[in-house]
């Protein structure tokens, strides 16, 4: 027994002592067992890791944009999708501008004053956006401002008014917030956060304009309404939008009538180009050679010279604010019985290039581009200036200047048409009015 005991004592003690090896021989164990497992995947964990960094380095720069617009739905749509992806896969573009809200004020964002203007009909872009950005693309959110047919008829405190106080519509029936009120201003930016907070590399202001389709003399605003301050209720706007966003880095651009680049006098919707770019990233003239009244720059039809308005454009553009602000909007559709192809597109592509210009975006309100218009990725910078000589031709021999100076005719004012269908502009006249955006 006493042996017995004894044996019993002993093994306990050998066991005793003999658990903290097991232990730490375990954990040893576990921990060389991981370094094996992390050794035989170390190939397939290092390759995707590399990859993450390069595309992480090689971030778009604003200043290096090449854009197309996509509206809500076609972002979101798997029939765009195939197209739209092998234009962003195969050709130069590195940038999508999504819009956020709609022309005619439906915003498919929730949790945004209320969620008046939210339409549960509007497909959310937030995997797209996702998807787009962790592919490299630069992505710009863009808002259509002032120009709104939902909130208004929600807060009629907001709303440019008739003289009875009734709310005032533009030709098309649509209703428009009030840049001077704070609270059209809080509803946008409020909206402009919420974006960013989305992963929005930008935030684009569209319609950052008073009205100018409809009798605009009838429009009421509960203040004293000029030219001058209407420019300065734009700019107020930008320079709170500005104050706001650049906190978390986010760049903002805005989106102008084309004409701005040559005239000064705020075209009756308070769009003063120099005052507005001090407040913003980025400005881009609506400089679609459709909306050029014939006649205007001494070209007798702007729409079938395409360079040559796109080039007299941004030249009178440089001279009033920085090369660097600027990043046109081209035109990608056609109208007004002219064709535009591949050449159209490449000769506003190279007018740009040619005034030290190399950000752009292209406008189709149908969302479709044309892909033999650009460049492949490989050939992305193969971007040569135009001679001299061969660009005083394509200008018929005149200066700048000399084209700045001749105006078209003016022409009355037509009824709106605007990128719901083909187009998104208009090229009012100084003290009237014309028919697109």
């Given at each position: 027994?006493?042996?017995?005991?004894?044996?019993?004592?002993?093994?306990?003690?050998?066991?005793f002592?003999?658990?903290?090896?097991?232990?730490?021989?375990?954990?040893?164990?576990?921990?060389?067992?991981?370094?094996?497992?992390?050794?035989d995947?170390?190939?397939?964990?290092?390759?995707?890791?590399?990859?993450?960094?390069?595309?992480?380095?090689?971030?778009?720069?604003?200043?290096?944009?090449?854009?197309i617009?996509?509206?809500?739905?076609?972002?979101?749509?798997?029939?765009?999708?195939?197209?739209?992806?092998?234009?962003?896969?195969?050709?130069?573009?590195?940038?999508?501008?999504?819009?956020?809200?709609?022309?005619?004020?439906?915003?498919?964002?929730?949790?945004?004053?209320?969620?008046?203007?939210?339409?549960s009909?509007?497909?959310?872009?937030?995997?797209?956006?996702?998807?787009?950005?962790?592919?490299?693309?630069?992505?710009?959110?863009?808002?259509?401002?002032?120009?709104?047919?939902?909130?208004?008829?929600?807060?009629p405190?907001?709303?440019?008014?008739?003289?009875?106080?009734?709310?005032?519509?533009?030709?098309?029936?649509?209703?428009?917030l009030?840049?001077?009120?704070?609270?059209?201003?809080?509803?946008?930016?409020?909206?402009?956060?919420?974006?960013?907070?989305?992963?929005f590399?930008?935030?684009?202001?569209?319609?950052?304009?008073?009205?100018?389709?409809?009798?605009?003399?009838?429009?009421r605003?509960?203040?004293?309404?000029?030219?001058?301050?209407?420019?300065?209720?734009i700019?107020?706007?930008?320079?709170?939008?500005?104050?706001?966003?650049?906190?978390?880095?986010?760049?903002?651009?805005?989106d102008?009538?084309?004409?701005?680049?040559?005239?000064?006098?705020?075209?009756?919707?308070?769009?003063?180009?120099?005052?507005?770019?001090?407040?913003?990233?980025?400005?881009?003239?609506?400089?679609?050679?459709?909306?050029?009244?014939?006649?205007?720059?001494?070209?007798?039809?702007?729409?079938?010279?395409?360079?040559?308005?796109?080039?007299?454009?941004?030249?009178?553009?440089?001279?009033?604010?920085?090369?660097?602000?600027?990043?046109?909007?081209?035109?990608?559709?056609?109208?007004?019985?002219?064709?535009?192809?591949?050449?159209?597109?490449?000769?506003?592509?190279?007018?740009?290039?040619?005034?030290?210009?190399?950000?752009?975006?292209?406008?189709?309100?149908?969302?479709?581009?044309?892909?033999?218009?650009l460049?492949?990725?490989?050939?992305?910078?193969?971007?040569?200036?135009?001679?001299?000589?061969?660009?005083?031709?394509?200008?018929?021999?005149?200066?700048?200047?000399?084209s700045?100076?001749?105006?078209?005719?003016?022409?009355?004012?037509?009824?709106?048409?605007?990128?719901t269908?083909?187009?998104?502009?208009?090229?009012?006249?100084?003290?009237?009015?014309?028919?697109?955006?």
């Open positions: 027994m006493k042996k017995f005991l004894l044996f019993v004592i002993m093994l306990s003690m050998i066991t002592f003999r658990m903290p090896v097991f232990a730490e021989n375990e954990e040893i164990i576990e921990e060389i067992e991981v370094l094996v497992e992390q050794d995947n170390s190939e397939k964990n290092i390759i995707p890791l590399e990859e993450e960094k390069i595309e992480q380095t090689e971030i778009v720069m604003p200043s290096q944009a090449r854009g617009h996509l509206t809500t739905r076609a972002a979101a749509s798997s029939y765009h999708k195939p197209r739209i992806d092998d234009l962003l896969d195969n050709t130069e573009l590195n940038t999508v501008v999504i819009d956020v809200k709609e022309i005619d004020g439906e915003i498919s964002i929730k949790g945004v004053a209320k969620d008046l203007a939210y339409s009909k509007l497909p959310s872009v937030e995997k797209y956006l996702k998807e787009v950005k962790n592919r490299g693309f630069y992505t710009v959110a863009r808002i259509v401002v002032f120009r709104d047919n939902v909130m208004p008829r929600k807060r405190d907001l709303a440019v008014k008739n003289p009875d106080g009734t709310l005032w519509e533009d030709y098309k029936g649509n209703t428009w009030n840049p001077y009120k704070q609270g059209t201003i809080d509803y946008i930016l409020e909206l402009s956060e919420k974006s960013a907070a989305m992963g590399d930008e935030i684009q202001f569209d319609y950052i304009r008073f009205p100018s389709d409809g009798r605009t003399k009838q429009c605003y509960g203040v004293n309404h000029s030219s001058t301050t209407a420019s300065a209720a700019v107020n706007f930008l320079k709170q939008a500005k104050e706001k966003l650049s906190i978390s880095g986010i760049k903002t651009s805005i102008v009538f084309g004409l701005t680049t040559t005239d000064m006098s705020g075209m009756g919707i308070g769009q003063r180009i120099v005052e507005m770019a001090k407040y913003v990233d980025y400005v881009s003239p609506m400089i679609y050679p459709s909306h050029y009244n014939n006649g205007e720059y001494g070209i007798p039809n702007p729409n079938k010279e395409p360079y040559r308005t796109v080039y007299i454009a941004l030249q009178g553009a440089k001279k009033r604010i920085p090369a660097e602000k600027l990043r046109p909007w081209l035109q990608d559709f056609s109208m007004k019985g002219v064709k535009y192809g591949p050449e159209e597109i490449k000769a506003q592509i190279q007018a740009c290039y040619d005034c030290d210009v190399k950000t752009w975006m292209l406008w189709n309100a149908a969302c479709k581009y044309t892909k033999d218009g460049k492949t990725k490989e050939e992305q910078d193969t971007y040569k200036k135009t001679s001299a000589e061969k660009i005083d031709e394509l200008l018929q021999h005149k200066t700048v200047e000399e700045v100076l001749k105006r078209a005719p003016l022409k009355p004012a037509t009824s709106a048409n605007t990128n269908a083909t187009t998104k502009q208009s090229q009012p006249k100084t003290g009237t009015v014309n028919k697109q955006k």
